[in-house]
């Protein structure tokens, strides 16, 4: 069964670093989410791709973070510098393309503690 | 935007009982609402969903209710299992898979 894949898995950091994760959808799906789920919270939306294209980064955090899909398939979230707040597990998901609404699958996650 | 609410935080039951969780949604646009359910460490999984064109939709031991009048959904577990334990997430998205989550429900079976 296809998945998606997030690397690392697990990331401490010191605050003022840099962090990337990596997110690999599943092969064919054209929609790419990034998600920032606070420890008993539900997954709050950072960024949305179509392809390569940004659909929505309303309410990612744009001074310290950043997200890219070059070829349209994976994808790196970045944040520089870290802070303390940032601490939580950032999910990737995706979805196939067309006229939505569709299942968006998710993988494992990154869970980044700063320190 | 849309804001999706979620009742109760945390259920616990007897091992054999029901489990209901109910989510209402603010916006009329959201045509699709799906639950996850997220065991510790792991991302949420897709365990049932429900389009706007329908009233109700079955899974073995799961089952989902939409009420579109009300803007409410709801989640069904019977004859719960200890693995049943977990977190469940109701959502609700747009057209465009703006999806929005409820708080989380944390499920407790007890055996």
């Known amino acids: 069964e296809a998945e998606v894949a997030q690397s690392p898995r697990y990331k401490i950091t010191e605050k003022s670093q840099a962090v990337a994760f990596w997110c690999d959808p599943i092969?064919?799906?054209?929609?790419l989410y990034w998600y920032r789920q606070i420890l008993g919270q539900g997954p709050e939306l950072l960024v949305q791709?179509?392809?390569?294209?940004?659909?929505?980064d309303s309410q990612l955090p744009k001074d310290r973070f950043s997200a890219e899909r070059l070829k349209g398939v994976d994808s790196t979230l970045k944040i520089q510098p870290a802070e303390l707040g940032d601490s939580a597990m950032y999910l990737c998901?995706?979805?196939?393309?067309?006229?939505?609404?569709?299942?968006?699958?998710f993988g494992p996650g990154t869970r980044l503690t700063v320190t | 935007g849309e804001n999706v609410e979620q009742h109760p935080s945390t259920l616990s039951v007897q091992e054999g009982d029901s489990a209901v969780i109910k989510c209402t949604y603010s916006?009329?646009?959201?045509?699709?609402f799906p639950w996850y359910k997220q065991e510790l460490g792991k991302g949420p999984q897709l365990i049932i969903d429900?389009?706007?064109?329908?009233g109700e939709k079955k899974d073995q031991r799961i089952a989902v209710t939409l009420n579109k009048t009300a803007k409410h959904f709801s989640l069904h577990i019977t004859e719960t299992q200890p693995e049943d334990s977990a977190v469940y997430f109701c959502?609700?998205?747009?057209?465009?898979?703006?999806?929005?989550f409820g708080a989380g429900t944390r499920l407790t079976v007890k055996p």
């Open positions: 998901a995706s979805s196939p393309q067309g006229p939505g609404p569709y299942e968006q699958y």
């Open positions: 092969s064919g799906h054209a929609t």
């Open positions: 791709f179509q392809d390569e294209s940004v659909v929505d």
């Open positions: 916006d009329s646009a959201s045509n699709y």
């Open positions: 429900i389009r706007s064109n329908v």
């Open positions: 959502a609700a998205t747009r057209f465009i898979n703006d999806m929005r």
